[in-house]
């Protein structure tokens, strides 16, 4: 990874690291390399280190060195899915036998890879609040090897420390990930809070267009970095230069986008509170939010992701999500246009039945950058 940024604010790496210029073209914008495989000069004469494109290409490189830089780590990996990082992670990380504390507030896909794929090849796992240290220390056994968190969560919008569980996956002898896709590196960083892994779903605010999938794993070990990337070409789900390259460009506006986020989030949050038809909002930038002096302390504003409760129950909950018209309907998050959605019949449906069940009448809401006065309107007239 280039160092030359480090020493910049976040909105000058977002827009420069990675994205040196072309040096045949000049091209301010790194070229899209859709290619396979690469003339060498001689046997092994290879040039830049480039063979083939699932071990290396230079579109998803300049992604790669981009996304270590925001995180503040030392290597980063793009892949074809976020879940197809976790899964390189967990196999890097695991061998049968080991355990896993994961939080019981989680992405639906995340407790899917947990439950139904990894159990399958002998590693264990628990359940844990992880907004409590006291509760993952408990969960600890001399077989844990990860803590797994997400700050905030999905889809219940937990906070949890990030430094307070750093300090009990180090007394532990495991390694802390923590899933950042929702803060994004422009609110929080958590390797510089003692995380070990960051993980990321570029699909979500860091690409910013609901336009691409891919996934992302930055560290601050060299050593790890190092296994991470023989597991990733070892097992080939990575990111396509043309993926690569959407990404890269929607970092570029990462910040100007995070900020619009959060400020509409805020108002939408503030006035949910009011409305006699919600009994709760999920928003960590309000002060009544259980996290929200945790909050407040590890992430620069409070982004763009709101749940709320309605108090007509689970039908309620899915007719509202019907009745919007700006809001759309559906999965994902964090793209610049609006999304509503029910995690309990849509992407939390996974975790029926398990201790990650989600409340029947939570509405989860991607709050985008459009007039935050439409946005209002919108879920004033569906709400009733």
Known sequence: MSHEHLDKSFETIAIHAGNTADPLTGAVVPPIYQVSTYKQDGVGGLRGGYEYSRSANPTRTALEENLAALEGGVRGLAFASGLA???????????????????????????????????????????????????????????????????????????????????????????????????SPYLQQPLALGADVVVHSLTKYMGGHSDVVGG????????????????????????????????????????????????????????????????????????????????????RAFGGMISFRVTGGEQEAVDLCARTKVFTLGESLGGVESLIEHPGRMTHASVAGSALEVPGDLVRLS??????????????QALG
């Open 85 to 183: 990082a976790e899964d390189c992670l967990l196999r890097t990380l695991l061998v049968p036998g080991d355990h896993v504390v994961i939080p019981n507030d989680a992405y639906g896909g995340t407790f899917r890879l947990f439950a139904k794929v990894v159990s399958r090849w002998g590693v264990e796992w628990s359940v844990a609040d992880t907004s409590d240290p006291a509760s993952v220390r408990a969960a600890v056994t001399d077989r844990t090897k990860a803590i797994w968190v997400e700050t905030p969560s999905n889809p219940l919008l937990g906070i949890t420390d990030i430094a307070g569980i750093a300090a009990v996956a180090k007394d532990a002898g495991a390694k802390l990930v923590v899933d950042n896709t929702f803060a």
């Open 367 to 380: 709050v985008g950058i459009e007039n935050v006065d439409d946005l209002l309107a919108d879920l004033q």
């Open 216 to 299: 992302a794993l930055v560290t601050n070990s060299a050593e790890l970095g190092e296994e991470l990337a023989y597991h990733q070409n070892a097992m080939g789900a990575v990111a396509g230069p043309f993926d690569s390259w959407l990404v890269l460009r929607g970092i570029k506006t990462l910040p100007v986008r995070m900020d619009r986020h959060s400020e509409n989030a805020g108002k939408i949050a503030e006035m949910l509170t009011r409305h006699p038809k919600v009994s709760q909002v999920l928003y960590p930038g309000l002060p009544e939010h259980p996290g929200h002096e945790v909050a407040a302390k590890q992430m």
